[in-house]
């Protein structure tokens, strides 16, 4: 099976599993998930799902978030890897669209990647899944599954990030990195799948015996 047939093959089974992907982060508006999607960083969704409640609670707009400060802002999302730093950089970043941007959240990739925390991959998912914007935030799961797939050599998560736009439709990107997320989360996983065992990887490499090693990012 060649690699377009693959992919091919991908977007319709995924397709057919989850056919209205969720936002994995819970969130209240375009602000919330900005926040959500900067606290997840190295930890899982679930963590700061439990962590964001409180926090919006209190914080869920700029004004709120600056003016509940930084040490404010640090004591309810302490239990969340990097806090310190998450919280100088909500702190920051809440300022910043206070005084630069009304107070709301920018919708380009150059404004938002200029904030505090975040990085390419925060504003991907900003832009994906606030905006309707089309983009392909890579994570852990989309990297695995990128190299088992035989889509990306896995060099780097900005090179699997362009080789599969490259290889999917332009269209597709917005649900279609929440599907690999899913996927890879309860089916293709790290542990559980080496690239033989889950029912992509024998469909998409029937005849592959040896495990698949991937590069982590």
Known sequence: MKKAERAAVVLSRLAEIYPDPPIPLDHRDEFTLLVA??????????????????????????????????AGILEIIRPLGL????????A???????????????RTFPELEALPGVGHKTASVVMAQAFG???????THIHRL????????????????NDLKKLFPKLSWNDL????IFYG??????????????GLCRELFPKRKKPVVWIKP
């Open 185 to 198: 989360r309860e089916h293709c996983t790290a542990r559980g799948c080496d690239g033989t065992k889950c």
């Open 146 to 161: 990128a190299q088992r797939w035989g889509f990306s050599s896995g060099k780097n998560v900005v090179q699997t990030e």
């Open 133 to 139: 914007v089309p983009a392909f935030p890579v994570d």
């Open 92 to 106: 920051k970043l809440s300022g910043l669209l206070i005084d630069v941007h009304a107070g709301e959240v920018p």
């Open 83 to 90: 806090s310190k730093q998450k919280a100088a950089a909500l």
């Open 37 to 70: 999607v900067l606290l997840s960083a190295q930890c899982t969704d679930k963590k700061v799902n439990e962590v964001t409640p409180a926090l919006f609670d209190v914080a869920g707009d700029p004004q709120s978030m600056r003016a509940l400060g930084e």
């Open 177 to 180: 990195h929440l599907q690999i």
